[in-house]
């Protein structure tokens, strides 16, 4: 799900310099029966903060719409991600070259789509999509309850060949069923669902049987990878403790909202088992991933300005010891991703765009240890 929206009036935004993206293409389709889309112009590069010392050859991969999510396959080669963009009127799953170019859409264009994944064999993507529910896009969440997310009940995971076909439905419990990632060894997917009244974090084999819950505490867990030898489970998770905060979380999810405004991150073995909060920082600390070796994480966080919208990339050992912040920027940086062998990383971030406020672009850079 998108933080983006976070990026609250009064955050300062740093001036950059805008690269003049290339014209696009003609519209193509992928398939019959699927909107056009227009495919995305060549990757462009992107001037670098000098404090961001282990960020090298930046390079801006979309410059329609609001994408996130970017996330590579695991040969390196491809790139999965979610983008609201003509003529969607809400998020769709496409992939793309690492170039930014041969764009296509996996999703059917129909319903809300979210959190897509390469399957490790690369045959297959896994996503969240609300188009069995209607073909129209979900109401957004009232944001007169606040910052909140809209965790909407006709999300289920679906699997599809990375052209969009031969689409395959993996859960059918009620409830909102969402942010899925993959085992590296492929043996378990790992997800949130709502389906016995709270988000908690479930995993399934990848043909959706076997689905069985890992965490039991009240508050929502998710977006939940795995480490690179599939042994343990990063995640992130809003625990209500006070009256007044259960109160306002179920009062919520009786609505099918949540407030994302206090997260940390915590860790587990694949199995549910020896659960740890690893984070105390304050503010939204979410997106947590392995870096190769697994004796790190990265994430964002919003730790500096928790009332605020600058999110920025942060690293800790597995211990939640050893912060160091990675990105600079004033505006938002998320989601952040290895490739499997450590040397390039993938994130979303509003650098270098005309709104940072209202909208992310994928990036890509060199990693220096």
Known sequence: MKLISVLAAGAAIAAVAMVAAPPPAPVYSVEPGKPSVPPNPRSAPVKSDPREKHIRNIRQLTFNGDNAEAYFSFDGKTITFQSTRAPFKCDQIFHMGLDGTNLQLISTGKGRTTCSYFMPDGKRIIYASTHLDSPDCPPPA????????????????????????????????????AEATVAPNGKKIVFTSSRDGDLELYDMDPDGSHQRRLTHALGYDGGAWHSHDSQWIVWRANRPTTPAEVREYKDLMAQNLVKPEKMELWVMRADGSEQKQITHFGGANFAPYFFPGDQKIIFASNMKDPKGGNFDLYSVNRDGSGLEQLTFDEGFDGFPMFTEDGKKIIWESGRNTANPLANTNVFIADWVP
């Open 142 to 177: 009232d944001k007169s309850k606040g910052y909140v997310w809209a965790v909407y009940p006709s999300f289920k995971i679906f699997s599809a060949k990375p052209d969009g076909s031969d689409l395959k439905q993996l859960t059918f419990a009620p409830g909102y069923n």
